[in-house]
C-alpha cells in the first residue's frame, strides 16, 4: 500500500549529534497529533556515528526517515538545511535544531498557526510575549543574540518587519515561499547558522506569524556557535544587505572612504621618514596601501559570492588598475569641465569624482564581480530533489 503524502517536513541539521538523535525521534513522534502526517529528514555533516545512531533509531521511531549525509559541508549549517528542503516532500516545512533547546512538542502549533493566519512563515520566537530565551549559555551569548537581533532588524527593516527574533532557528516555511526563491537569479545563498534570515529576506514570504517559545537547554552535546560562525554571519549580513545594485554602489562606496585611512597612514611614514622622496612618488605609493585595504573588503565581503569568474591575482591587479586610473582621469576630466564647460573648479571637481567613481564601480561591479547564474553556491532549492533510497527502514512500511 503506496504511504500517503506528508503534511509536514522536519528538516533536522545535524553535525555531531549522536546523542540527541534518539530523544529528539521519541518527542517528535510523541508530538505529531493524529491526522497530521509528518517526515523527518536529517541533513548530516557529521564527522563521528551520528549517521548510525540515525538509522538504528529510525527503526523504532513512528515517523519516516530521511537520511542524507552530505559529503562536503558547503555553507555550513544554512547550506544543510536547503539541502534538507530540497529532499522535503511536503507542504509545510519545519525546520528545527537537534540539540533538544527547541522544543519538539511545538510543532503542530507552528503548522496551526500558519493555517490559522495564511501566513507563509511561523517563526517560534525567543522575544515574543511569553517567549523565554534563559536557555542560553551566560551572559556573552545572550548579548551576542540580542545584539545580533538588534543588527539585523535594523539592516533590514522592511524584510524583517512583524519578526522579533530573526536569529530563530525553529520555524515553518511553505514550500510556496522557498520555490518563490528559486526565480530570482541569486537563488539561496546560505552561509553559516542562521538560515531564516536568508529565507525571510531572500523568499519574501507573504505574512508572518510568530508562536512564543522557552528557548530550553541543550540536551547533549557541545554548541556549534563558534567565533568563526560569528564572521560567517557577519559577512552573510553583508551579502544580503548589497544584493541590490544601489546597496553595493554605496558600500563601495564607503569602503573607498575608508581606504584614505590606510593611504595618509603610509603618506605620513614615507614623508617623514624619507624626507627626500617627492611628495607624488611618495603619494602614489601611499595610494597603493588604500587600494589594497579597499581590495581586501570588498572582496572579502562585498562580492564574496562572485569571486570564481577570475583569479585572485586578476581581481587584485584589474582593481589596482580600475583605481590608479582614477588618480589619473580625474584632474584631465575637471579640466574639461572648466576649459569646455565653463564650470568653476569646485562643481567640475565634484562632477569628475562622481563620474570617475560611478566608472569605477561599474567596472568593478558588471565585469570583475558580475553575477553568473552558474556560481557555486548552494542553489535555490528547485527542482526538487527526488528522494534517495531510504537507508533506514521504515517501521510504517
Not at 517567549?131 to 533590514?156: A, C, E, P
Amino acid at each position: 500500500m503506496t504511504a500517503l503524502p506528508a503534511d509536514v517536513s522536519i528538516v533536522v541539521p545535524t553535525f555531531n549529534e549522536a546523542d540527541n538523535i534518539h530523544e529528539l525521534l521519541a518527542r517528535l513522534s510523541a508530538a505529531i497529533p493524529a491526522g497530521l502526517r509528518a517526515e523527518v529528514v536529517f541533513a548530516d555533516d557529521s564527522t563521528d556515528h551520528t549517521c548510525e545512531v540515525i538509522e538504528e533509531a529510525a527503526g523504532r521511531s513512528a515517523l519516516p526517515v530521511v537520511l542524507h549525509h552530505r559529503p562536503v559541508p558547503e555553507g555550513g549549517l544554512g547550506g544543510a538545511v536547503v539541502e534538507g528542503i530540497a529532499r522535503a516532500s511536503a507542504p509545510w516545512i519545519v525546520v528545527i535544531d537537534a540539540d533538544l533547546q527547541h522544543p519538539p512538542e511545538l510543532v503542530p502549533e507552528l503548522i496551526a498557526r500558519g493555517e490559522a493566519t495564511g501566513a507563509e512563515l511561523v517563526v517560534a520566537s525567543r522575544y515574543a510575549s511569553g517567549g523565554d530565551r534563559s536557555g542560553l549559555d551566560g551572559g556573552y551569548r545572550k548579548l551576542v543574540s540580542s545584539s545580533s537581533t538588534l543588527i539585523t532588524k535594523s539592516l533590514f527593516p522592511r524584510a524583517l518587519s512583524g519578526l522579533s527574533d530573526p536569529m530563530s532557528g525553529f520555524f515553518a516555511v511553505r514550500r510556496t515561499a522557498v520555490d518563490r526563491a528559486a526565480g530570482e537569479d541569486e537563488g539561496l545563498q546560505p552561509l553559516g547558522y542562521k538560515i531564516l534570515l536568508e529565507l525571510a529576506v531572500r523568499c519574501r514570504p507573504r505574512g508572518i506569524a510568530e508562536v512564543p517559545y522557552a528557548f530550553g537547554e541543550r540536551h547533549a552535546g557541545e554548541s556549534k556557535s563558534t567565533a568563526r560562525e560569528g564572521m560567517r554571519f557577519l559577512r552573510h549580513l553583508v551579502t544580503l544587505r548589497t544584493a541590490d545594485p544601489r546597496a553595493r554602489a554605496v558600500v563601495f562606496g564607503l569602503v573607498g572612504l575608508s581606504g584614505f585611512v590606510p593611504n595618509l597612514a603610509l603618506l605620513w611614514l614615507l614623508t617623514g621618514w624619507a624626507p627626500g622622496l617627492h611628495y607624488a612618488p611618495a603619494e602614489i605609493i601611499a595610494n597603493q596601501a588604500g587600494l589594497l585595504w579597499n581590495f581586501a573588503l570588498i572582496d572579502s565581503f562585498v562580492y564574496r559570492n562572485q569571486r570564481r569568474h577570475h583569479r585572485r591575482g586578476v581581481r587584485l591587479l584589474t582593481f589596482a588598475a580600475v583605481g590608479n586610473a582614477d588618480l589619473v582621469a580625474r584632474i584631465p576630466l575637471a579640466a574639461l569641465f572648466i576649459g569646455a564647460g565653463g564650470m568653476t573648479a569646485l562643481p567640475a571637481t565634484a562632477l569628475a569624482m562622481v563620474i570617475v567613481f560611478t566608472a569605477r564601480f561599474l567596472v568593478v561591479d558588471r565585469w570583475l564581480y558580475r553575477r553568473l547564474h552558474t556560481h557555486h553556491t548552494v542553489r535555490a532549492v528547485l527542482p526538487r530533489v527526488t528522494p534517495e533510497p531510504d537507508p533506514v527502514p521504515d517501521p510504517l512500511g
